[in-house]
RNA sequence: GGCGCAUUCGUCUAGCGGCCCAGGACACCGCCCUCUCAAGGCGGAGAUCAGGGGUUCGAAUCCCCUAUGCGCUACCA
């Protein structure tokens, strides 16, 4: 292509865009980077009834979470502004007059209760939905009594009634329509604001928008566009319809399937590398194989031909397995910073704040265990406990007597009172006790995990009483003791 | 109802006429490793390539029909 490669990402501020948008900003994102082009963000708010305060700061956020940055668009400006579609009303309208003085559109005064009756109509018939035409064959007297009256009006193109439009679609090859079989639709709403359709033609041509990359849903609307582009005199620029992102049960996207806006995954305890190496694969493959890659290669090698068509169903599940191979590959440093704020959002204010030098040695243990960040205090908590809670029962192993539990413990208390605190020193001391006690590791290390941790499931035991330490083990050790033969209590030991 | 798009293991996908009685990944099952849980290694099960017709020496790959799913059919995007 002979001129600079320019993308962009429209969405309207009516909520939280859900993953399946946000897909196709990063395959904008992606295509305009892998040609080292433009990536345009616009905002869409034409339609004032269902406009969500809030919204675009929350779109823009999410896409700064997961470094999706943009070269034009709000918070950075650029020369094609403004890049908020309410900004640009009398451009809209400047285009839809000169469609009006062509012969390529109407006003039309038809009523709402008009249209609706129409439609029921259409509908109880069995015949094509869709205006028809009525005020465009309006005769000169009737039409100016209209407008002497000043009665409110909507401007529609008029569409051929005859031939064909075919787009050459980058996804999907070549498609064509009837153009008959395409009702005048409305270019200008009552209240003045552009509909999608005319704001999207006139501002992709203004903002020298190289190639639209949207979602398969808006293909039905490609002939509208492509008579607009037509009438409007401008060159179309290139298409691509993009495979949709489809719920378990096969819908479109919307809240019932859970986490909708990009934000919420951000919350949920994902990492935005993880999600943005997920999503591509939602509807592009870099071969046969490779699976978890680096956004530099994934830019590198984004091109259309390698997007497929289907839509695609979301699985939280590979989601967070992804998610897991993302947090093993981190340095101690970055995934302790990443479960920091998960730690003081979801540990009790007593723990906290947590000592950022002791959190770096827990990290190494519970690297390969955490899928999600929001296991993290869960995973830590008992790190950071002043003496963990649990049944004392639990001391006592499958195929262990109580006896044999407290002689575990009383000797352990002795043997860790003055020994190495090391995983090295720990492992040698301790499995030769449990020779010694006559008790598999299995019984005798469950034992002990349950003393020091309060939990049945741990990352090893040795290496976890290290990083616990002397200071935290003794006393937990002897708790253990002391819950378990409920009276007595033997000397300070540890 | 009309128009359009899609259709390979449960899910994401590879495949663009012979390499495919279909490969990889998640999930699942088994084994190994092992102090528990993970991680890792090995192996297994899982797709008559939606169905039916063609074209071709040869089709998951090309064409047609049917079915199903999805989208659009708003003064919503």
Redesign the pocket.
């Known amino acids: 292509m002979a001129n600079e490669v320019r993308v962009r990402y429209?969405?309207?501020p009516?909520g939280m865009p859900h993953i399946g948008n946000i897909r196709t900003a990063m395959f904008n994102w992606l295509f305009a980077r892998h040609h080292g082009g433009k990536f345009v963000v616009r905002i869409?708010?034409?339609?004032q009834?269902?406009l969500v305060p809030g919204a675009v700061d929350g779109i823009l956020d999410g896409l700064e979470w997961l470094d999706i940055d943009w070269d034009e668009g709000p918070r950075v400006g650029g020369d094609f502004g403004s890049y908020f579609?309410s900004e640009r009303l009398p451009l809209y309208h400047a285009e839809a007059e000169r469609l009006i003085a062509q012969g390529d559109a109407y006003r039309?005064?038809?009523?709402?209760e008009r249209?609706v009756e129409l439609?029921s109509r259409?509908?109880r018939d069995?015949?094509?939905?869709?205006?028809d035409g009525r005020c465009k064959h309006l005769g000169g007297g009737e039409r100016r009594i209209l407008e002497d009256e000043g009665a409110?009006?909507?401007v529609r193109f008029a569409m051929p009634d005859s031939g064909i439009t075919h787009l050459h679609?980058l996804?999907?090859?070549?498609?064509?329509?009837?153009n008959e079989?395409?009702?005048d639709?409305?270019l200008?709403?009552?209240?003045g604001?552009?509909?999608?359709?005319l704001?999207?033609v006139t501002d992709d041509h203004f903002m020298e928008i190289s190639h639209v990359l949207r979602?398969?849903?808006?293909?039905?609307?490609?002939?509208r566009h492509l008579q607009l582009y037509r009438a409007l005199g401008y060159e179309p620029p290139e298409h691509g319809?993009l495979?949709?992102?489809?719920g378990?049960?096969?819908?479109?996207l919307s809240k019932r399937h859970g986490a909708t806006s990009i934000l919420e995954y951000r919350d949920d305890g994902f990492l935005p590398e993880a999600l943005r190496n997920?999503m591509v694969?939602?509807?592009?493959?870099l071969?046969?194989?490779?699976?978890?890659m680096p956004i530099e290669t994934i830019t590198e090698n984004f091109t259309l031909?390698?997007?497929?068509?289907?839509?695609?169903?979301?699985?939280r599940?590979?989601?967070?397995?992804?998610n897991?191979?993302y947090i093993?590959e981190m340095t101690a440093e970055a995934l302790a910073d990443a479960m920091l704020p998960f730690l003081e959002q979801g540990l009790p204010s007593n723990l906290l704040p947590v000592d950022r030098e002791y959190l770096l040695s827990i990290v190494p243990l519970v690297q390969?265990?955490?899928?999600v960040l929001t296991e993290a205090p869960e995973m830590v908590s008992y790190f950071l406990e002043e003496q963990p809670v649990y049944d004392s029962a639990n001391l006592v192993q499958r195929g262990m007597t109580e006896e044999e539990t407290v002689r575990a413990l009383e000797r352990s208390i002795l043997a860790l009172g003055d020994c190495d605190f090391s995983?090295e020193a720990l492992?040698g001391l301790l499995?030769s006790l449990g020779e010694e006690l006559e008790l598999?590791?299995?019984r005798?290390?469950?034992t002990?995990?349950w003393a020091a941790t309060g939990?049945?499931?741990?990352?090893?035991?040795?290496?976890?009483l290290e990083v616990l330490g002397r200071e935290r083990v003794g006393p937990r050790l002897q708790w253990a003791l002391d819950s378990l033969s409920g009276k007595e209590r033997i000397g300070s030991g540890v």
Not at 171 to 178: A, C, K, L, T, Y
Not at 215 to 223: C, G, I, V
Not at 455 to 464: A, I, K, Y
Request: glycine share 4%.
């Open positions: 429209a969405p309207s009516t869409e708010d034409t339609d009834e269902r579609q039309c005064y038809c009523t709402r249209l439609r259409q509908e069995k015949v094509a939905l869709g205006y409110p009006y909507v679609d996804i999907r090859d070549d498609v064509e329509w009837q079989l395409v009702d639709f409305v200008l709403k009552s209240d604001f552009p509909t999608y359709h704001a999207v979602a398969e849903e808006w293909l039905s609307s490609a002939p319809h495979p949709m992102i489809l378990p049960d096969r819908a479109k997920f694969l939602l509807g592009w493959s071969d046969d194989k490779t699976e978890v031909d390698r997007v497929g068509k289907p839509a695609a169903i979301f699985d599940e590979k989601l967070s397995w992804m897991g191979v093993r390969e265990r955490i899928k995983t492992e499995r598999t590791p299995r005798f290390f469950g002990l995990r939990r049945n499931v741990s990352p090893p035991l040795f290496e976890t």
